[in-house]
């Protein structure tokens, strides 16, 4: 039994789509919450910006306790994930590994579309880790740089929004995929629209699922599982905190608790 929290982090309220799946796989786990506010959106930063901001955040969330992290955030997943482990002792899972590994599960054809940050898709880090999986999949990739800025605004139904989408996933539809992955963790508020674009052929994957059945099996390798509720998900961000509440709970359709600020520089 081990009560402690699991700490989450993204640069804003995508890594939220993360927390819903933990709440709604592992009820009785309680999450400590990052969101990098002041620096979203994350897809345009360089891997040496994206390594400090995620070593700032780790050793807040250590200090709040957490037993196990997950970066939620794909941008870093697939950048900087893979240092930043070696420096920590605590345990740390990204999100960009488990999505692969679920598209490369769910794809037939072998043809798999990604959608991602600039940053996500300048790292091929998708293309790389599907094909660890699966050696013969060809994967189409598209970087999508309008989505995380309207989406932090919580525009999520607006005409930019919806033709943006159209404009992103159209060359995706022209390579005949048959899944695509939403790799990044803002995009899963967005899945409707998705799903009216891609039509029923084409599955969609969310990495958020994967990643909390890793987590999930970790934890309980490790004994770190709790086994109550000990208490409420706790939200900190580094920019405006009302707002943070604001868009996450209209994004998530539920009130989220009061969130704090919090400078970590
Ligand atoms: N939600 C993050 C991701 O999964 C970061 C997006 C951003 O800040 O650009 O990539």
Redesign the pocket.
Known sequence: MNSRPIGVY???V??LTVVREISSKLPWERVVYFGDTAR?????KTAEELLGFSREIIKFLIGQGSKYIIA?????SSQVLEYVKLEFDIPIIG?LRPGAYAASKATRTGRIGVM??S??IRSCAYEKAIKEYLAEGKVFSSACPQL?PLIEKGAINSEETIRALHDYIAPLMAEDIDVLVL????YPYLIEHIKRITGPRVEIVDPARETVTVAAAALQELGLQSREKTGQHEFAVSGDPVLFTAVGSKLLGDNLAETRRVDLS
């Open positions: 993204d640069s804003g995508g890594g979203v959106p994350y897809g345009e939620a955030c794909n941008t870093t999100v991602g940050t940053g996500t995380v790799g990044c963790t803002h």
